[in-house]
């Protein structure tokens, strides 16, 4: 018997789940064709916030590779939208005018942003938030203007608000309720988020109706029903979505709001299923990953045959996390004068925790700040457990605000506990497959049983599993993550490797380590590049190949394809005679912008590629540095010798430590800050390294983050002299170089490893030597880049010569 022909129309997350399931029951059993609107592959649309935040790349969010799709023998048309099903003849037909059989079909298209039908709608600059081209589209207007408005305050408008703010937007969140999330959320918790969420930059207008999109062609406003007005270049629609039903409709498939189903999602035609935004069942659309991905589950059985029970409706829990907000809210979040509630808030740690108890069972969770408790919480009321003989400290038992004790603990949990809440994986799931399948890392898991590949939130809980299964096999720093998905190895792994076997080269790590792909990808060439350079000090020739682009071509690549020039300026201090040479080769090139940067120097903007050697040469001066993991700039007030509340010589230490560390590969870029007394006017509070005169001697600062995810550097040490602080900052910076990931942060790095940690290992004399030692024996081998190139017509022909030179954005 040959396989049956399976169509799907739609290739998001719930369809292709259905798909997965299906291959796991009955992988012969079908030959599958998948129609998707976009040009990707399936992706995870969960995280295209974290996208539009600048967090992650759209590639980093795609779930199933094309090549997913190849080994699986699943016949994939993307761009190519299904017009027409003929329900009589079993046929679909493409608005490519492709027509393709089928013996069952799944309709499995998604949502659309709901766009208010008010005037002014259909103006250029109005969009929703759904898919990639919706974020593009965000990304590219915050470019050009500045003024963002969204209307809707729920998850996901002020996921879409937040990822504004990062793009350097102003942003006004438009909301017609008294409070933010109001299905989600109770009023203290709403009003705890929405003064968070002002303090990161956010505007609010509350209990406002837009009436109007003001504009002629482009969006400039907005008019509210009250009469007040708003300016805006952009505005984005997030108050809610509307399934995607009209091929269906059409098709003479009977739709309410949804297509409707029955308990195993078959439309009202025979052979013909729905799934997901679009599917309507028992009256209910679900808009969250969890349900959707159960309804798939019962679809995939019920087409293989395999026994399955029907699927009944789902009570969902909603987690959200809005720049390190954690949240989550299931069930009943109001009071009634049957339900009594156990409320903690705890103001002084921004925590706020809300059980809602029916009937002697819990009816309803609020959870903001601290959401560890959200699945054993999550359990008890989907289960219906019955509270009665519990005290409050008992079911508040993670010990927040000091009620109970932290017994958070995975070996306390039932094995029908749900992990992966997006997933409906338990824990007895995911202690099954370690132990069935000899799983050892995060990632492995996710692979074989689903848990953590959606919002992720639950990877720790995860990784928390493992060690607990596999005792003191399970190494967690080293087993978490792998380096990419080129390879199974994690980072440490990596380097022990390359320490061990002596490799010395990337394509030699990567062919003896057995990667996946041959010549590996933009995440772990530029890795491999770096620890082959931290382990092998002055031993290993850089491979500039396998660097990022604005670090291959030792410039900033702008976004129309030119580049941007910053000179070095020690300590931000200049010269009238380099002032001049700056002046002349910005007039020379008709450089289109000169600016001050926030580091105290002087960028040139806009310079074309082949033109970037020569304006090397006219400066005469070294490359700042400004695309590159490394020392970026040092930060100076003017100091003792200058200021009259100044205490310490600034720009003398600033200037020392730029020329000691400048070129020093380094996971993440570094900055450093010098300020001469506490008033801190070079804003060394928020600097890898910040340094602050006191009398008699420096403070130091360190892991401070000014940009996306602010955080004021802690105090590491206080010392009388300034080579005490070169000193301190240099052990400080090999041990980061050596054992931080790749792209890691100082600030997220001593969060990850703890600063009592990297204070204990710093404490020892010999081994901030040893770590001193190591450091300059790796200065020794850099070159001034710019001048590098100058000297080699190699290098100039290779990466400066416009028609040999492919532009990587």
Sequence with gaps: MGRKQLVMIGNGMAGVRTIEEILKLAPDAFQITIFGDEPHPNYNRIKLSNVLQGDTTVNDIIMNTWEWYQENNIELFTGEAIVRIDTEAKQVISNQGRVVSYDDLIIATGSSSFILPIPGADKVGVTGFRDIHDCETMIKVARDYKKAAVIGGGLLGLEAARGLLNLGMEVDVIHLMPHLMERQLDPTASIMLKEELEAQGMNFLMEKQTAEIQGDERVTGLRFVDGSEIEAD???????????????????????????????????????????????????????????????????????????????GSIVGTGLKVSGVDLFSAGEIDDDPKTKSIKVHNEF????????????????IVLYGDTKDSSR?????????????MTS??????????????????ATMAADEIVCGCNGVTKGTVVEAIQAKGLTTV?????????????????????????????????????????????????????????EKGLSTVKEVMNVLGWKQEEGCSKCRPALNYYLGMILQDQYTDDRDSRLVNEKM???????????????????????????????????????????????????????????????EELGMPSGYAYGKTLRTVK?????????????????????????????????????????????????GIKDFGIVGIDGGWELYVAGNGGTDLRAGDLFATVKTKEEVIELIGAFLQYYREHANYLERTSTWVERVGLDHVREVLANEETRKALNERLD???????????????????????YQKHEIPVLV
């Design 234 to 312: 952009l505005v984005v629609m997030a108050v809610g979505i509307k399934p995607n039903v009209q091929i269906a409709k059409d098709s003479g498939i009977y739709v309410n709001r949804g297509i409707v189903v029955d308990d195993f999602m078959q439309t009202s035609v025979a052979h013909v299923h729905a799934v997901g935004e679009c599917a309507e069942h028992r009256e209910v659309i679900y808009g969250l990953v969890a349900p959707l991905y159960e309804q798939g589950k019962v679809l995939a059985a019920n087409l293989c045959g395999v026994e399955t029970k029907p699927y009944e």
């Design 349 to 364: 740690d921004g925590v706020y925790k809300k059980i809602v108890i029916r009937d002697n069972r819990v009816s309803g």
């Design 377 to 389: 919480l999550f359990r008890m009321l989907l289960k219906k457990e019955d509270v009665s003989g």
């Design 393 to 410: 400290v008992s079911i508040l038992e993670s010990g927040c605000c000091g009620v109970g004790s932290d017994s958070n603990d995975v």
């Design 443 to 499: 990632d492995e898991v996710g692979s074989c049983t689903n848990a953590g590949r959606s919002c992720g939130r639950c990877k720790s809980l995860i990784s928390d599993i493992l060690a607990h299964t596999l005792g003191e096999k399970y190494d967690v720093a080293a087993k978490k993550t792998a380096l990419c998905g080129c390879t199974t190895i994690s980072r440490d792994e990596v380097v022990a490797e390359i320490k």
């Design 554 to 616: 030792h410039a900033n690549i702008q976004k129309n394809g030119t580049y941007s020039v910053i000179p070095r300026m020690y300590g931000g201090v200049t010269t009238a005679k380099d002032l001049m040479k700056i002046a002349e080769v910005a007039e020379k090139y008709d450089v289109p912008l000169v600016k001050l940067t926030g580091g105290q120097r002087i960028g040139l903007y806009g310079i074309n590629k082949d033109d970037l050697p020569a304006v090397w």
């Design 636 to 684: 100076t007030c003017v100091g003792a010798k200058f200021c009259r509340f100044g205490t310490q010589d600034s720009m003398g230490l600033g200037i020392d430590l730029e020329k000691k560390f400048e070129r020093l590969d380094t996971p993440h870029k570094v900055k450093m800050g010098v300020s001469a007394c506490p008033r801190n006017c070079a804003e060394s």
């Design 777 to 799: 024996k790796t200065l020794k081998k850099y070159q001034e880049p710019w001048a590098e190139v100058l000297e080699n017509q190699d290098l100039q022909q290779k990466y």
